[in-house]
């Protein structure tokens, strides 16, 4: 949410009669319309490098085109009923009124949360005024569709291997609908916990917390992959899953930085933070792995890098850099004990198969950086961005700050866990979850009818008696190009 309003200096720029509205500024408009590009960035074509590159090589277009789609999918579910849900007028406490946001009228006048007046306890005197920030409805709608699309996005590494795309693609608008609506509305929109005291600066619980949450529910009931892929699920290009890394780590300046709804001074400290905590929880992973396994993974530094850049999230603007540290430390070590460890003795984490480890790497991750913001949250941080006065962590005097961050992530757990559940049953009802198993045998080719490298063996078979390169739904034989040999 925003900061506190401040006096906009009179330029020409602002002047009536220029087509510039008086309220307009233009810093926090750029700002704003530039983080909200970052985060698309991290999306598309950050996760859909990234997904493509880190699983097997026959789904590299299912795993990217799983990303791609529930981008699109948000986007126009967003505007023509999501947005309203999330952050316009109250329906319920944990709901907003549904509505579209496709007119001139509404895109064109000054950004505004509603419901996010906020009063004194049992009082009908203001305590902080209803967040207004200094650009243009277009601008937060914007803002704030990015942040929907990643969510499912990250969900979706559960289920990467097996779950079918007609699902998928019924699955992503029931999702966000009754699902991210309510977390977004409860906790940034105005609704009950955020009115309550709830910290979240830019997603720990309404992003991370939720998508791994889900993530590992969907995976459920979808069902686990062929066990030869759950056995050995190598990436087919390290090289380019850093890149797609990279993407993830940068963008995150506008995950982070932009979340003031301000370019003002916490948004360059949010930045920061993002940074010093993710940098740490990389090294922390890296560490571990040499320690306990004698190697250096490269896969390991970029679950190392999602922990730490998920931890600081739910406080990057309102902990100090020393807190960051913390953090970092904390994001590196915890989550890598659960998946390395706690993973391979639980009988339910092993039974449930969670492609890409979402649980760990942003369910775990988001309830220690919200529970940490709980206790490093700074007293003179707080007033900047949050409604409640005197707010501050428990490591400065508030204890019941910790309690509200329990609390908040215990909603946000609950409700994913049943609505996640009640939408697989009932997409269910109309397509199967996963996909056949002959399916599963060849990937790609036999779901798109494409591959993403032109070599041949993986999800193929090859006929010695005929010379010839077949999938096993294929029924005539497609020879291998000359010098292609295979290995026996």
């Not at 906020?118 to 306890?121: A, E, R, T």
């Not at 969510?151 to 608008?173: C, E, H, Q, Y």
């Not at 792995?289 to 390991?300: A, L, N």
């Given at each position: 949410?925003?900061?506190?309003?401040?006096?906009?200096?009179?330029?020409?720029g602002?002047?009536?009669?220029?087509?510039?509205?008086?309220?307009?500024?233009?810093?926090?408009?750029?700002?704003?319309?530039?983080?909200?590009?970052?985060?698309?960035?991290?999306?598309?074509?950050?996760?859909?490098?990234?997904?493509g590159?880190?699983?097997?090589?026959?789904?590299?277009?299912?795993?990217?085109?799983?990303?791609?789609?529930?981008f699109?999918?948000?986007?126009?579910?967003?505007?023509?009923?999501?947005?309203q849900?999330s952050?316009g007028?109250?329906?319920?406490p944990?709901?907003?009124?549904?509505?579209h946001?496709?007119?001139?009228?509404?895109?064109?006048?000054?950004?505004?949360?509603?419901?996010?007046t906020?009063?004194?306890?049992n009082s009908?005197?203001?305590?902080?005024?209803?967040?207004?920030?200094?650009?243009?409805?277009?601008?937060m709608?914007?803002?704030?569709?990015?942040?929907?699309a990643?969510?499912?996005?990250?969900?979706?590494?559960?289920?990467?291997?097996?779950?079918?795309?007609?699902?998928?693609?019924?699955?992503?608008?029931?999702?966000?609908?009754f699902s991210?609506?309510?977390?977004?509305?409860?906790?940034?929109?105005?609704?009950?916990?955020?009115?309550?005291?709830?910290?979240?600066?830019?997603?720990?619980?309404?992003i991370?917390?939720?998508?791994?949450?889900?993530?590992?529910?969907?995976?459920?009931?979808?069902?686990?992959?062929?066990?030869?892929?759950?056995?050995?699920f190598?990436p087919?290009?390290?090289?380019?899953?850093?890149?797609?890394?990279?993407?993830?780590?940068?963008?995150?300046?506008?995950?982070?930085?932009?979340?003031?709804?301000?370019?003002?001074?916490?948004s360059?400290?949010?930045?920061l933070?993002?940074?010093?905590?993710a940098?740490t929880?990389?090294?922390?992973?890296?560490?571990l792995?040499?320690?306990?396994?004698?190697?250096?993974?490269?896969?390991?530094a970029?679950q190392?890098?999602?922990?730490?850049?998920v931890?600081?999230?739910?406080?990057?603007?309102?902990?100090?850099?020393?807190?960051?540290?913390?953090?970092?430390?904390?994001?590196?070590?915890?989550?890598?004990?659960?998946?390395?460890?706690?993973?391979?003795?639980?009988?339910?984490?092993?039974?449930?198969?969670?492609?890409?480890?979402?649980?760990?790497?942003?369910?775990?991750?988001?309830?220690?950086?919200?529970?940490?913001?709980?206790?490093?949250?700074?007293?003179?941080?707080?007033?900047?961005?949050?409604?409640?006065?005197?707010?501050?962590?428990?490591?400065y005097?508030?204890?019941?700050?910790?309690?509200?961050?329990?609390?908040?992530?215990?909603?946000?757990?609950?409700w994913?866990?049943?609505?996640?559940?009640?939408?697989?049953?009932?997409v269910?009802l109309?397509v199967?979850?996963?996909?056949?198993?002959?399916e599963?045998?060849?990937?790609?080719?036999?779901?798109?009818?494409e591959?993403?490298?032109?070599l041949?063996?993986?999800?193929?078979?090859?006929?010695?008696?005929?010379?010839?390169?077949?999938?096993?739904?294929?029924?005539?034989?497609?020879?291998?190009?000359?010098?292609?040999?295979?290995n026996?």
């Open positions: 949410m925003a900061g506190l309003p401040y006096n906009v200096t009179m330029t020409p602002y002047q009536p009669g220029t087509g510039i509205p008086e309220w307009l500024n233009k810093g926090d408009n750029a700002w704003q319309m530039v983080a909200a590009t970052l985060v698309g960035l991290q999306s598309v074509p950050g996760l859909v490098i990234l997904y590159s880190i699983v097997k090589k026959k789904w590299a277009v299912n795993s990217a085109f799983m990303a791609l789609y529930a699109a999918a948000v986007w126009l579910c967003w505007v023509i009923w999501g947005y849900m952050f007028q109250k329906l319920v944990f709901w907003g009124k549904a509505g946001s496709l007119n001139q009228g509404l895109l064109l006048s000054q950004a505004g949360l509603p419901a996010t906020h009063y004194f306890h009908d005197v203001v305590e902080t005024v209803e967040i207004t920030p200094f650009y243009p409805m277009a601008s709608v914007y803002f704030q569709c990015v942040f929907a990643i969510t499912l996005i990250l969900l979706a590494g559960s289920l990467l291997g097996r779950m079918n795309f007609k699902a998928w693609m019924l699955f992503v608008p029931l999702w966000l609908t991210y609506t309510i977390g977004a509305f409860s906790i940034w929109g105005g609704g009950f916990l955020f009115h309550w005291g709830v910290i979240d600066y830019s997603g720990g619980y309404v991370h917390l939720s998508s791994g949450v889900a993530g590992f529910t969907a995976a459920y009931w979808v069902g686990p992959r062929l066990t030869k892929d759950r056995e050995r190598p087919n290009n390290v090289l380019l899953m850093l890149t797609g890394a990279g993407i993830l780590w940068m963008g995150w300046a506008g995950f982070n930085g932009g979340d003031p709804y301000s370019a003002n001074v916490d360059s400290i949010a930045v933070n993002t940074n010093i905590c940098a929880s990389l090294l922390v992973w890296t560490c792995d040499v320690i306990f396994f004698k190697k250096p993974s490269v896969i390991g970029v190392g890098m999602i922990t730490g850049l931890c600081i999230t739910p406080g990057a603007g309102l902990v100090q850099g020393w807190a960051a540290i913390l953090m970092g430390m904390i994001s590196g070590s915890i989550p890598w004990f659960t998946m390395m460890v706690v993973h391979k003795r639980s009988r339910l984490l092993q039974q449930v198969d969670d492609t890409l480890g979402v649980f760990h790497t942003h369910a775990v991750a988001g309830f220690l950086g919200g529970a940490t913001t709980g206790l490093f949250a700074h007293p003179d941080l707080c007033p900047m961005f949050l409604p409640v006065t005197n707010s501050r962590g428990a490591f005097g508030n204890g019941m700050q910790l309690v509200k961050q329990v609390v908040g992530a215990l909603f946000i757990i609950s994913n866990v049943v609505v996640t559940s009640l939408v697989c049953l009932v269910r109309v199967p979850l996963r996909m056949p198993d002959d599963l045998a060849i990937g790609d080719d036999a779901v798109h009818g591959e993403a490298y032109a041949w063996g993986d999800g193929e078979k090859y006929d010695s008696t005929k010379h010839g390169w077949y999938s096993d739904n294929d029924t005539q034989h497609n020879k291998a190009p000359s010098g292609v040999t295979q026996v």
